[in-house]
T-cell receptor
């Protein structure tokens, strides 16, 4: 069974540019989570999808971040326009249900210059 | 406000020694406490987890100790090996009300010297 995959693994952009991160969850996992770790700090929750519906987006920093999960399969997280403080590692995780283990992808390291 | 506090930030242990990482939480509604292990270039992977109705859970060389009254829990790695060198994150969740959302500590970078 393939694990959670994320693309790209690294992204370096300039302030003001747009970046789109992609996450492919484990097949059959209805729950998809986005988290972010800023260097040296904790991994922080961003939002949670159940299928294509946003269940909780209380962790999204501001309206420059837009997450979608069309069709309830893969998800994208767009940052537009990117700011310096958006730099960090963005993780995606998926699970069969909210009481089940979350499986994490390898993350996308975003650097905003 | 950080919901889960983790210490130490880094830990160096000799092979065969015991590694101990501590976490504390404030929200008494948390009912699930997992530990994640992360190797460079990989995502966090579930190592071991405990629920608050037990005080200890052991899986091989890894043990979680849980103190509900003190709102603290810790990870003990017995007979630490160089292959255990990784970043460890404690986390907490209230699976009922927060739909599985995990609150993480800041992580502990463990280095085990051969």
């Amino acid at each position: 069974e393939a694990g959670v995959t994320q693309f790209p693994s690294h992204s370096v952009i300039e302030k003001g540019q747009t970046v789109t991160l992609r996450c492919d969850p484990i097949s059959g996992h209805d729950n998809l989570y986005w988290y972010r770790r800023v260097m040296g700090k904790e991994i922080k929750f961003l939002l949670h999808f159940v299928k294509e519906s946003k269940q909780d987006e209380s962790g999204m920093p501001n309206n420059r971040f837009l997450a979608e999960r069309t069709g309830g399969t893969y998800s994208t997280l767009k940052v537009q326009p990117a700011e310096l403080e958006d730099s960090g590692v963005y993780f995606c995780a998926s699970s069969r249900g909210t009481v089940y283990e979350q499986f994490f992808g390898p993350g996308t390291r975003l650097t905003v210059l | 406000q950080q919901q889960v506090k983790q210490s130490p930030q880094s830990l160096i242990v000799q092979k065969g020694g015991i590694s101990i990482i501590n976490c504390a939480y404030e929200n008494t509604a948390f009912d699930y406490f997992p530990w994640y292990q992360q190797f460079p270039g990989k995502g966090p992977a579930l190592l071991i987890a405990i629920r608050p109705d037990v005080s200890e859970k052991k899986e091989g060389r890894f043990t979680i100790s849980f103190n509900k009254s003190a709102k603290q829990f810790s990870l003990h790695i017995m007979d630490s090996q160089p292959g255990d060198s990784a970043t460890y994150f404690c986390a907490a969740s209230n699976r009922g009300s927060t739909l599985g959302r995990l609150y993480f500590g800041r992580g502990t970078q463990l280095t085990v010297w051969p």
